[in-house]
């Protein structure tokens, strides 16, 4: 009995002492397991605080771009075509400037003009056959008197013939048709002078400018990059704007043109068409 109870005894202890030490590993790997996650949480937060602050560090490198296109952006087209008519030169620049506000001022003076002397020929033509059955000649040449443009102008000179003959009619028409088609054409002549000028004095002091960029080399000895650029560019700005002072009058000496070419038409219509309105009106008196 008493050695059942040691053995018993025995197995106890032994028992509890591998319970002991579970226990005591559990407790160690727990320990070791809360310990990998605190470390792991604050590798985390140290890898945030470091990506939160190289965003911080990056996000005005990335803005200031940003704000550079915003401040370009900001700029009119009246502001860079002033700052480029800076950089080409006062010499140059101010002739082709000067060559464009004439062209213009020309171009505006004859489009007024032409607006004002483009002529209703059809109703000009109906209210003259009214007065030569109403009034005869006299009252047709106080239509003519009243009325504005070219046209009228022609009409007055061919009643002012009548009296002897449609072959003088027909002259005087021919002949005061070219007066006014050369007053239709005055001072065109000088637009085309300009569009020719404007690209020349452009290329001449592009030329120029080269020049002086090679002299700038030589007196430097060396081909700086920046040098060169520099000089080419500025150059190269006179041409630019010669060619778009070119390309604005040539529009407005085309439309111009054109205009002319309508009057002269009408006028030529008309004129045939008063001339047989004349040997109607002259075959019924007879």
């Known amino acids: 009995m008493k050695r059942a109870l040691s053995i018993l005894a025995i197995i106890g202890l032994v028992a509890f002492g591998n319970f002991d ?10 320990t070791t397991a809360t310990e990998a996650v ?28 940003a704000e550079e296109e915003v401040m370009e952006e900001d700029k009119s087209f009246h502001q860079v075509l002033k700052e480029k008519f800076i950089e080409g030169g006062a ?18 003076e004859r489009i007024i003009y032409l607006n004002l002397a483009t002529p209703n020929a059809k ?31 022609i009409f007055y000179q061919g009643l002012e013939r009548s009296h002897e003959g449609i072959d003088m009619v027909e002259k005087t028409i021919v002949s005061y048709g070219s007066v006014q088609m050369g007053l239709l054409e005055r001072n065109v002549s000088w637009i085309s002078l300009f569009i020719a000028l404007a690209p020349m004095l452009g290329f001449m ?31 190269l700005l006179t041409t630019v704007f ?9 529009i407005f000496y085309n439309y111009i043109i054109a205009k002319i070419d309508s009057i002269v038409n009408t006028m030529e219509d008309a004129s045939i068409s008063l001339v047989d309105l004349l040997v109607r009106n002259e075959a019924k008196n007879q």
Not at 98 to 103: E, N, P, Q, V
């Open 91 to 108: 010499e140059f620049m101010g002739i082709v400037l000067i060559t464009l506000i004439l062209g213009l001022a020309i171009s505006i």
């Open 21 to 30: 030490l579970m226990a005591q590993e559990e407790g160690s790997a727990d």
């Open 123 to 153: 109703k000009l033509l109906e209210d003259i056959e009214a007065a030569l059955q109403n009034g005869g000649i006299e009252a047709a040449k106080e239509v003519c008197r009243n009325t504005r443009g070219p046209v009228a102008s």
């Open 242 to 250: 010669g060619l778009i002072v070119a390309i604005i009058l040539q």
């Open 205 to 235: 002091g592009t030329v120029i400018g080269m020049i002086e960029a090679f002299d700038a080399i030589e007196a430097a000895g060396d081909i700086s990059p920046s040098l060169v650029a520099g000089g080419i560019k500025v150059a």
């Open 38 to 65: 605190a470390d792991s949480a604050a590798s985390d937060s140290a890898a945030t605080d470091s990506a939160a602050m190289t965003a911080a560090e990056e996000a005005p490198a990335e803005e200031a771009p």
